[in-house]
Structures are given as structure tokens and as C-alpha cells.
Nanobody
Framework: QVQLVESGGGLVQPGGSLRLSCAAS????????MAWYRHDPEKQRELVAS???????NYADSVKGRFTISRDNAKNTVYLQMNNLKFEDKAVYYC?????????WGQGTQVTVSS
């Protein structure tokens, strides 16, 4: 079993920055693809950014140029640096990991953008 614990969410003004972290623990046994999703009740769940085991990143068009995903394999941790936050970035952000054929999700961390 793999556990994912997110942190770093909070309240920020438009144009501000936040850094999310997701620490993986448990029966990881290797380096696996990870990603950040977000969900706002008024919208569909969205894949924000993903990163392969080799470190290749992909982003949703809505966050390109503003968000950066990275990983520290020694710490089994993935990060999401979010800059120039906008009102529409408000959501619960979830960490995701796929190990072989099993997907794991974190509990989510709330990001609120408000003036």
C-alpha cells in the first residue's frame, strides 16, 4: 500500500504563489509517474501537471508558464510550484501516483485565491 500526503495549500491573493508538496510512503519500491489533479465543485476534475519517473513534465494549457512540477526521488516527494495564481486556480489539489496498475490518491489540499 502507498500513502500520499499533500501539504502547502492555503489562501493567497491573485498574483501570489504557493508551493504544494506530496510525500509518498509505504510500499513504493521504485520510482513511478506522479501528477497533480485539481477539482472545484463547479468544474470537472482536471489534470494539472504530471511528471514521469524520468522527470519529464507535462502541463495543462491553463497552467503552462505559471506552474512547475518537480520531484525529489530520494525523498519520494513531488512538488507543484504555483506562481501568478488566478481566481480560477481555486480548487482542491490532489496528488496522484501510479505504481504498476494501481493508482493512489492523496487526501487533497485546498487552494483558495481571493482578494
Amino acid at each position: 500500500q502507498v500513502q500520499l500526503v499533500e501539504s502547502g495549500g492555503g489562501l493567497v491573493q491573485p498574483g501570489g504563489s504557493l508551493r504544494l508538496s506530496c510525500a509518498a510512503s509505504g510500499s513504493i519500491f521504485g520510482i513511478w509517474p506522479m501528477a497533480w489533479y485539481r477539482h472545484d465543485p463547479e468544474k470537472q476534475r482536471e489534470l494539472v501537471a504530471s511528471i514521469t519517473s524520468g522527470g519529464r513534465a507535462n502541463y495543462a494549457d491553463s497552467v503552462k508558464g505559471r506552474f512547475t512540477i518537480s520531484r525529489d526521488n530520494a525523498k519520494n516527494t513531488v512538488y507543484l510550484q504555483m506562481n501568478n495564481l488566478k481566481f480560477e486556480d481555486k480548487a482542491v489539489y490532489y496528488c496522484w501516483l501510479q505504481r504498476l496498475t494501481t493508482e493512489y490518491w492523496g487526501q487533497g489540499t485546498q487552494v483558495t485565491v481571493s482578494s
